[in-house]
């Protein structure tokens, strides 16, 4: 099963782009990537998936590689509200990690 | 709509008790799963049901059982409660599994938080 590899924590000023990267080299071809988000102790909330192409949706931007190997989710405008942790999960696999902390400072 | 509904919401078990986790989902989902979350960790998938009638292990089945009840309701039994199963558990329904797209898009559960002394 595809595995994916996520920074611990970032760090973004509200109002600032928030870049997360995730990466997932053992992807094979039909599988898709999926971002969900955890804030506080709630149950994870579905974020935006994609296969090959970018994808955006009113939450936020998926940008995929064109080896499809690595992904980065784009929030375009953080709020404190988009403090949670953000996990990268390939979509056969079922493996949440330990996510992305990403904290939003004013 | 509801989505997924987990009863109860917190529970407090001695060591050698045993208790059921509800779940229920109101979006005709074929699959449903149950993670278990302990602090400063992801989420580990406890068991998965495919579909009504199918169930299978996912990476920490050991002390657990789990019910496929109808198409709705998907249980999780603890027969003999441990401290190391003090956790916070999610239940989580998709349309279905190993499916393609907006398919496999999990929606979970408020969750159960669950103490064993």
């Known amino acids: 099963d595809a595995k994916t590899t996520q920074p611990p924590s970032m760090d973004c000023a509200e109002g600032r782009a928030a870049n997360l990267p995730c990466n997932h080299s053992t992807i094979s071809g039909n599988e898709y990537v999926y971002w969900y988000r955890q804030i506080h102790s709630q149950g994870p909330q579905y974020i935006i998936h994609g296969l090959k192409n970018n994808e955006t949706n009113e939450m936020a931007s998926l940008i995929i590689t064109e080896d499809r190997k690595s992904s980065t989710l784009i929030l375009p405008h953080a709020t404190l509200r988009d403090t949670a942790v953000y996990y990268c999960i390939v979509s056969t696999a079922l493996i949440f990690g330990k996510g992305t902390t990403l904290s939003v400072s004013s | 709509n509801a989505g997924v509904t987990q009863t109860p919401k917190f529970q407090v078990l001695k060591t050698g008790q045993s208790m059921t986790l509800q779940c229920a989902q109101d979006m005709n989902h074929n699959s449903m799963y149950w993670y278990r979350q302990d602090p400063g960790m992801g989420l580990r998938l406890i068991y998965y049901?495919?579909?009504?009638?199918?169930?299978d292990k996912g990476e920490v089945p050991n002390g657990y059982n789990v019910s496929r009840l109808n198409k709705r309701e998907f249980s999780l039994r603890l027969e003999s409660a441990a401290p190391s199963q003090t956790s916070v558990y999610f239940c989580a329904s998709s349309e279905t599994r190993g499916g393609y797209g907006a398919k496999n898009i999990q929606y979970f559960g408020a969750g159960t938080r669950l103490s064993v002394l």
């Open positions: 049901s495919a579909s009504e009638g199918t169930t």
